[in-house]
């Protein structure tokens, strides 16, 4: 039972343009969302948040937009720069069949063409 | 360094062996994490320790699966009877606190191979 989705597999997007990644969730119990970016083999690293709260919150080149209603979020990237080419995890914080933990999706790689 | 360390980077080693995976996290950080990734998946949640106790378990996959953290500090993962299922990168995770507004920090992971 996947509660975080990445529908996306794989994303490429000219240098320079927008870069937009989706990610949808099931668990209405999940009140913090969260980006990671990961390059190959290293950890993945954060890179911004929302609370549930908001519904959107901006960090330079990088904004998250939140609709509950439709329990769906994105990152938006702009402009995008060679080195945003990585593997882009959401993640959302809140009680999953019990205890609160974090539960990740399935991650969407994203390649800057340039 | 001021992030978190995992050792060893990689580990390659037979079907039934025994094997244990460090994890030393940012100075200060009371929460610390272990997740598990397999290849095309995100990290799953194992387990999560608040201090020296193991506040949250639910995610170990069975009772080969054990972690520790004696002094509140370094973690160790252990895992018993190792089968080729269990090949995936080990990735140990902590935060300030453990509160939602706490982002977790990650380390490089442990690449476990089983042959």
């Known amino acids: 039972d996947q509660q975080v989705k990445q529908n996306s597999p794989s994303l490429s997007v000219q240098e320079g343009r927008i870069s937009i990644l989706n990610c949808d969730y099931t668990?209405?119990?999940?009140?913090?969302f969260l980006w990671y970016k990961k390059y190959p083999a290293e950890g993945p690293t954060f890179l911004i948040s929302?609370?549930?709260?908001?519904d959107k919150n901006e960090d330079g080149r990088f904004t998250v937009f939140l609709n509950k209603s439709a329990k769906h979020l994105s990152l938006h990237i702009v402009p995008s720069q060679p080195g945003d080419s990585a593997v882009y995890f959401c993640a959302a914080w809140g009680s999953n069949f019990g205890n609160e933990k974090l539960t990740f999706g399935t991650g969407t790689r994203l390649t800057i063409i340039p | 360094g001021a992030g978190v360390s995992q050792t060893p980077s990689n580990k390659v080693t037979e079907k039934g062996k025994y094997v244990e995976l460090r994890c030393d996290p940012i100075?200060?950080?009371?929460?610390l994490y272990w997740y598990r990734q397999s290849l095309g998946q995100g990290p799953e949640f194992l387990i999560y320790?608040?201090?020296?106790?193991?506040?949250?378990d639910s995610g170990l996959p069975n009772d080969r699966f054990f972690a520790v953290r004696p002094e509140g500090s370094v973690s160790t993962l252990k895992i018993q009877r190792t089968e080729r299922g269990d090949s995936a990168v080990y990735l140990c995770?902590?935060?300030?606190?453990?509160?939602?507004?706490?982002?977790?920090?990650f380390g490089d992971g442990t690449r476990l191979s089983i042959l």
């Open positions: 929302i609370s549930s709260i908001k």
């Open positions: 320790f608040q201090g020296t106790g193991a506040a949250d």
């Open positions: 995770a902590s935060s300030l606190n453990g509160y939602s507004n706490q982002p977790q920090h």
């Open positions: 668990n209405s119990m999940f009140d913090y």
């Open positions: 100075s200060g950080h009371t929460a």
